[in-house]
């Protein structure tokens, strides 16, 4: 992380007022939002593993989200934007793992409704106020009896415990080998407000959100408008600055529900209170999208891509992603072989205007490149530097002001024997 | 190759009138080309290993040539390109493997002029007159005593001899597990003309073109602007079609040199003979393109990627693209698994516009999606087509008029193991 300090934008001063808390129970440490997790067995293996999770709230939501922008999108993806889009009260969000009812036709969506309604008659919400989510393999009907059944025991075992919260967490997990929680807090005006989520990642993960799940809930107060700016400003930079594999699902979302129980309330996006508000829920979102690159299937390293003076965002952000998801490159770090040529080359191959002869290149803050000449003097503290689990690659292209940070990770035999088959 | 005969355009008559040999000796077939290749250890290795190639024609050329887009571009490709705008009449050849002389700072070009005048010394040519190219590792000064050496020995050894274009061919290989040429002739009012050609591919196969080389050599006689749109055209639906890793390299190169000594002269590109000849070369690229993607790196097959009813051939290129270098669908067709749903959703994170539910997806002849629903009662014979070195997945967007065709390559852990290092 050698050069995050120096050259990511410096943190506001309010992130010193929020508490932080990784691996919490999640959206139980909420206010008003109970949760549970139960097994129904949608991959259809007989065994008990976790793949249903429920989300309540006692109280009426605002909601934003976020969905995948893929054309090809899961029945579900398409619900739940029609739901957003008409509804103004939420209370809560059911999701299944093991089965992404994608590519499942017309019976897909008729699938996505009853899972909404018999969770909205479990929770005892009014129709269209609960929002649907499947993460899994795609192109097979859900077994909806199963999951019918499971949806009733969710909504009997609704709690706001820490057992639940983990329980929920781990439902919506697929090739995840950990589960992926935080709770924020902070303090307004003698009240605390809590921001709290759970995500699931693992594989396709890259621009536009991957195959991941991310849930968050809060106890402010907040016109919906207001929180979609905000959530989505903050996707652009947590979920949407990581990649995998740089393959973009069917099902990605991101939904944010805000309850207002807290007693505090936010009514526009600007001043001290939204600013904390931000800051918290930014710091929800890089909290998960940082769990989530970190769990990358079968990965064993992460890097953080740093581009500087290109042009403008978009080129600082071609060469990075294209830098983060070039197999030469991801194979060299796997192999921890400092390989910068093929940096170098991937930075040219980006369609990014820059001169060759401007281009500097540093792992961590040691020089690698210094326009366009190998400092190979250094090469020694080069290869130190590419052993560790994390480390930056840092670019600057000396033609402009833009600039972007990818999170991204080494590829590995063990991610394509991974998804050989599914 | 199911889908190959229905869906590409027609193969022209002329076609039929080639006289095609594959494996063939190379440019030495081409009257007035001679050709060597030596061992110089360019390597530093302290083997025998053939790397540095030398092509030379008795008569002057008038050629053309493309070169890679990539912004970082080695010292060769830039010095080749000055020599293509500058001169009229062209002399040979330089090229030698193991060393690709990018990212060499001032160095670099100083060392590819040293290596166009000593070739041009020993061929007896004139300044200006002798192509230079290196492929191999990036970011090391090119051993220029061992260079000299080689060039000095290469231009003692030219010979029209099948030996010598075998050892050409080797000469100019890296990772490729094998020697790569092509010989086409056809006769033109009693007159036969020859073109053939040698290459050399193996990883960092993409677009616009990869660490790949290609000299072709004819002597039908040509105005250099006709042989240059003829090739350009060539490489757009050759090399530029195939993918192994989506990585594009700092030295790709084609080049094509026509000496006129069949005494058959093409004044324009269109008429008969300028079809026959356009054929011929087109035959040339596309056996020389598909040896390369056939030899990509730890690769098990090759995947014709036919994609037809795009609004338009860039949003038909997308889909193929985006399919043929994702990860995921990679590896799912290393395992033999008819992962069609990785396929689909690739298909909708390239940015196409296209409509799911009217997406028809095939494996060769065979339904997978019919409007966008699942055919599974072909389940069985999808996992037949699957298991075969080569096969076809063809995605009919029903959208349009737009195609386009790519051959693709599988990816495995063989090929991550062998990258880790270099």
Redesign the interface.
């Known amino acids: 992380m050698g050069g995050e300090s120096r050259f990511l934008p410096p943190t506001d001063f309010t992130m010193k007022e929020l508490l932080i808390e990784e691996d919490s129970p999640g959206l139980t440490d909420v206010p008003g939002f109970r949760v549970s997790g139960v097994a129904c067995d949608i991959r259809e293996l007989g065994n008990d593993r976790l793949d249903l999770a429920l989300v309540a709230s006692t109280e009426p939501c605002a909601a934003a989200a976020v969905f995948t922008?893929?054309?090809?999108?899961a029945a579900p993806v398409d619900l739940s934007r029609e739901l957003l889009g008409r509804g103004d009260a939420f209370f809560g969000i059911v999701a299944n793992s093991g089965n992404?009812n994608?590519?499942?036709?017309g019976q897909g969506m008729t699938d996505a409704k009853t899972m909404g309604r018999l969770a909205e008659q479990g929770i005892g919400a009014p129709p269209g106020s609960v929002f649907v989510c499947s993460t899994g393999?795609?192109?097979r009907a859900l077994p909806m009896d199963r999951v019918e059944a499971g949806i009733r025991e969710a909504a009997g075992s609704l709690a706001a415990t820490p057992e639940q919260g983990a329980r929920a967490a781990d439902a919506i997990l697929t090739s995840d080998t950990c589960r992926k929680t935080v709770t924020v807090r902070f303090d307004y005006g003698g009240k605390t407000v809590t921001v709290a989520g759970m995500a699931k990642g693992a594989?396709?993960i890259e621009p536009?959100m991957a195959t991941m799940l991310a849930f968050i809930g809060t106890d402010m107060a907040a016109p919906a408008p207001v929180l979609q700016e905000m959530l989505s400003a903050g996707v652009a930079e947590s979920y949407n600055a990581i990649t995998v594999?740089?393959?973009?699902?069917?099902n990605d979302t991101v939904i944010l529900l805000a309850n207002g129980k807290s007693g505090v309330a936010l009514a526009e996006g600007e001043g001290e209170l939204a600013g904390k508000f931000r800051q918290a829920l930014r710091k929800v979102n890089d909290v998960l999208a940082e769990k989530i690159v970190s769990d990358g299937e079968k990965i064993t390293k992460v890097v953080e891509v740093l581009v500087t003076g290109a042009t403008g965002a978009a080129d600082a952000e071609k060469v990075a992603r294209t830098i983060g998801?070039?197999?030469?490159v991801k194979?060299?770090w796997?192999?921890?072989?400092p390989?910068?040529?093929?940096l170098?080359?991937?930075?040219?191959?980006?369609g990014?205007?820059?001169d060759?002869d401007r281009?500097d290149l540093y792992y961590n803050d040691v020089p690698v490149?210094a326009a366009?000449?190998?400092r190979r003097e250094n090469e020694a503290r080069w290869r130190d530097i590419v052993r560790a689990k994390r480390f930056t690659v840092r670019l600057d292209l000396n033609a402009g002001e833009g600039r972007f940070r990818l999170l991204a990770t080494d590829?590995?035999?063990g991610?394509?024997?991974?998804?050989?088959?599914?």
């Open positions: 922008r893929n054309r090809v999108r992404a994608a590519c499942t036709g393999r795609i192109g594989g396709m536009n594999d740089g393959d973009m699902s069917t998801n070039s197999l030469l194979s060299s796997y192999g921890e072989d390989n910068w040529g093929r170098a080359s991937a930075a040219g191959a980006s990014a205007v820059f060759p281009l490149l366009g000449t190998p590829l590995t035999e991610y394509v024997a991974f998804n050989k088959t599914e």
